[in-house]
């Protein structure tokens, strides 16, 4: 029961913390992702950068 507990905790705790992130592509993004080390970038992260902030 403790281990479906945590889990729950972990999952709820990792949606609450998706809805707070700004929407990609915005100026808050594109700064949240310059700060980000470029090796830790997803491909898709790269992709939408390359998209929505150099152009």
Known sequence: MKKYVVTC??????????????????????????????GDWTATEAKDFAKSCLF
């Open 9 to 38: 905790a972990l999952v709820f705790s990792a949606l609450l913390m998706q809805g707070c992130s700004p929407e990609v592509g915005s100026k808050e993004w594109c700064a949240e992702l310059k700060e980000k080390p470029k």
